[in-house]
């Protein structure tokens, strides 16, 4: 593999990474609390045996950082819970 193959390797991994988390967000905005609390669900609040750090981990870097964006986004414009579905 050359220097050039590499560079577009990680930005096609960049790419797909930003998708996927643009796609979750937008998930989160039409779906709403079932997929919040199936995020919320799925974390442990004080992570202590290795597995339990593992799925911490894995669940925040794919599936947390749009549930940020989403609750940034609907905090920002004062988008409030009981509008919600």
């Known amino acids: 593999m050359s220097l050039v193959e590499i560079i577009n390797f ?3 991994i960049i ?3 930003f998708l996927i ?6 998930s989160v905005f039409l779906v709403g609390r079932v997929i919040i609390v199936y995020y919320e ?3 442990f609040e004080d992570p202590s045996t290795l597995y339990e ?3 911490y981990t894995l669940l925040s870097i794919t599936v947390g950082v749009g549930l940020y964006v989403t609750k940034s986004y609907t905090r ?3 988008y409030s819970e009981k509008y919600s579905c």
């Open 10 to 12: 990680i930005e096609l």
């Open 15 to 17: 790419i797909t990474w």
């Open 21 to 26: 988390q643009s796609g979750y967000t937008l």
């Open 41 to 43: 669900c799925g974390i």
């Open 53 to 55: 750090k593992t799925i």
């Open 76 to 78: 920002s414009i004062g």
